[in-house]
């Protein structure tokens, strides 16, 4: 079975995203897509409420 992962690829100790790793353990092929970036807009008004 094939999984589709949202977000960012981040390697671990062994040179492989802990995602695909641990899904491959169970028998399913991840891909990674990475998300869009995003910037947070008046974060310190966010921050005081």
Do not use: H, N, W
Request: charge should be negative; aromatic fraction near 10%; glycine fraction near 6%.
């Amino acid at each position: 079975m094939k999984v589709l992962l949202l977000k960012d690829a981040k390697e671990d100790d062994c040179g492989q995203d802990p995602y695909i790793r641990e899904l491959g353990l169970y028998g399913l092929e991840a891909t990674l897509i990475p998300v869009l970036s995003f910037e947070f807009l008046s974060l310190s008004s966010f921050c005081e409420k």
